[in-house]
């Protein structure tokens, strides 16, 4: 049979393949590949689809990040409160930026930050919150806003998703090719919802400068190209139809019969399924039979941030972070894309079932 990928992102482009020849040649005969109409549209039609005053395209996710921290003058001798079960940039931006990352747990439900557990590591350093909408599930954003801090939305993995980008000064996005609005390559975006702040973030990507002439703040070279802007045009109008495909995909899952092997997210209307991940205490079992079985399987995060080498100076260790560290210990995203079909689905269902012995 043929092997099952744990994302087909070729599946999704390959119908739009003309359409991007055709976008890379216009941008080939302009000439402009750094910034221009091409990235200034992007933005224009972003910022439409997100429901905010400001989208800046910058260079990649990580960036987004940095500069976020940075236009809100966070820095050395501050505090973030943010979870240690995402991706190593959400803490390394705020170390980058000279501040200090301080994890909150995660809720077991939604695996994203428990309101209730960051109101107990504020401290008068800490200067912002950094929520993460981890695998495309919103986070709490009414209650994190409620606890009185600015808040700074990681949405990497969760553009799209219901009210994403609507209560953060600031929202990160990354568009690396496997993310739900993907690009051919890297590629990021800051949004703001103030003018001051969008100021600064456009003036720090490139290098504190508004016109290549006088430079008024310490910044770096962070730029989103004109090919990578008008791949993503391409691509955004066919971001909620890819979405909801996503939902349906999760929804399948359920219906085939996965819940009975494994425990399956809980679904919420604004969720987008980034990546589908469920939780099993036999976790390698269950992904040593997919892999039998040719089909695709990771996991995330297996050592959450808290307990990562380059992080041991902030005095974390194991037990500290008692869900985060369960969850990493017990997840297991399984195949999910844009388009991806129901026989696939069949497949990997029937796999998991087979590994812990539930009969078909």
Not at 200 to 205: A, C
Not at 238 to 257: F, K, P
Not at 267 to 274: A, C, I, L
Not at 302 to 331: C, D, K, V
Request: with cysteine; charged share 20%.
């Amino acid at each position: 049979m043929k092997p099952i990928p744990l994302i087909d992102v070729k599946a999704q482009y390959a119908p739009l393949i003309p359409e991007l020849e055709a976008r890379f040649s216009a941008v080939l005969q302009s000439g402009r590949f750094i910034f221009g109409p091409e990235v200034e549209a992007f933005e224009q039609e972003a910022a439409a689809f997100l429901g905010v005053p400001h989208a800046i395209g910058v260079a990649n996710g990580t960036d987004a990040l940095v500069l976020a921290l940075e236009a809100l003058e966070i820095g050395r001798g501050d505090e973030v409160i943010c979870p240690a079960f995402t991706f190593y940039a959400t803490a390394e931006a705020i170390a980058r930026a000279g501040a200090t990352p301080v994890f909150a747990d995660i809720d077991p439900g939604t695996l994203n930050l428990d309101p209730e557990d960051v109101a107990t590591r504020i401290t008068p350093r800490t200067r912002a919150i950094m929520a993460v909408h981890l695998f495309g599930r919103p986070a709490p954003l009414a209650a994190l806003s409620a606890l009185g801090l600015p808040l700074i939305e990681d949405a990497a993995q969760a553009f799209g998703a219901e009210d994403v980008a609507t209560a953060g000064t600031c929202s990160t996005f990354s568009f690396f090719p496997t993310k739900n609005l993907f690009a051919l390559g890297d590629g990021g975006l800051v949004t703001c919802l103030d003018d001051a702040v969008a100021e600064r973030v456009r003036m720090l990507r490139f290098h504190g400068s508004r016109d290549k002439t006088t430079f008024e703040l310490v910044g770096t070279n962070s730029r989103l190209d004109a090919v990578q802007a008008a791949m993503l045009r391409v691509f955004l109008p066919h971001l909620t139809r890819w979405n909801s495909a996503r939902r349906e995909a999760a929804a399948r899952y359920a219906e085939l019969g996965l819940g009975e092997a494994v425990e399956l997210p809980v679904d919420e209307p604004g969720h987008v399924y980034h990546m589908y991940v469920v939780r099993s205490s036999r976790r390698s079992e269950v992904a040593s039979a997919l892999a039998e079985a040719g089909i695709a399987s990771a996991s995330y995060y297996i050592t959450p941030l808290h307990l990562q080498p380059a992080l041991a100076f902030l005095g974390y260790g194991p037990g500290s972070l008692p869900e985060t560290e369960r969850m990493a210990a017990e997840n297991l995203a399984l195949p999910m894309w844009g388009c991806i079909g129901a026989g696939v689905q069949e497949r990997v269902v029937e796999s998991v079932r087979a590994a812990v012995g539930v009969p078909a």
